[in-house]
C-alpha cells in the first residue's frame, strides 16, 4: 500500500465513489463530481485518481458485464475499501476539530 494521506481530490473522489454504491464507475463518479462540485472535471483525471486510490488499498474495483450499449466493453466499478472508510472518517474528524478550533465564528454575517 501507497502512502495513506489523501489530497482533497482524493478525498472527493472517494467520497464520490462511497456516495455512488454499486454504482461507482469512473463516468459516473466524473458526472457526480461535476454536478456537485460545480467544476469542470476531466475523466482522464478520476482515472488517474482511482488507480492512485486503489494502489493505496482505499478501493478495490473489478469488471462488470459486457453490455451492448457500450459496444461489448465492460464497465470497471469500484468499491470503498475498510481502509478506505477509515481514511475518510480520518480525513472527517481532523477537518471538524480544525473547525471546532475557531471561535465563535459566524456565518450568516458575510
Known amino acids: 500500500m501507497k502512502g495513506t494521506n489523501l489530497g482533497e481530490f482524493e478525498e472527493l473522489v472517494l467520497l464520490t465513489v462511497a456516495a455512488l454504491l454499486e454504482e461507482a464507475y469512473s463516468v459516473a463518479v466524473c458526472d457526480e463530481l461535476s454536478e456537485h462540485t460545480g467544476r469542470s472535471v476531466k475523466l482522464g483525471v478520476v482515472h488517474a485518481v482511482l488507480n492512485r ?27 470503498l ?28 454575517k458575510a
Do not use: H
Not at 494502489?55 to 466499478?77: D, N, Q
Not at 472527517?92 to 459566524?106: F, G, V
Open 81 to 108: 475499501t475498510s481502509a478506505g472508510r477509515s481514511a475518510l472518517v480520518q480525513a472527517k474528524a481532523m477537518r471538524d476539530q480544525l473547525w471546532d478550533k475557531i471561535p465563535s465564528l459566524t456565518w450568516n
Open 53 to 79: 486510490l486503489e494502489e493505496k488499498g482505499f478501493v478495490k474495483s473489478e469488471l462488470g458485464e459486457a453490455t451492448k450499449t457500450r459496444g461489448g466493453k465492460r464497465k470497471r466499478f469500484y468499491q
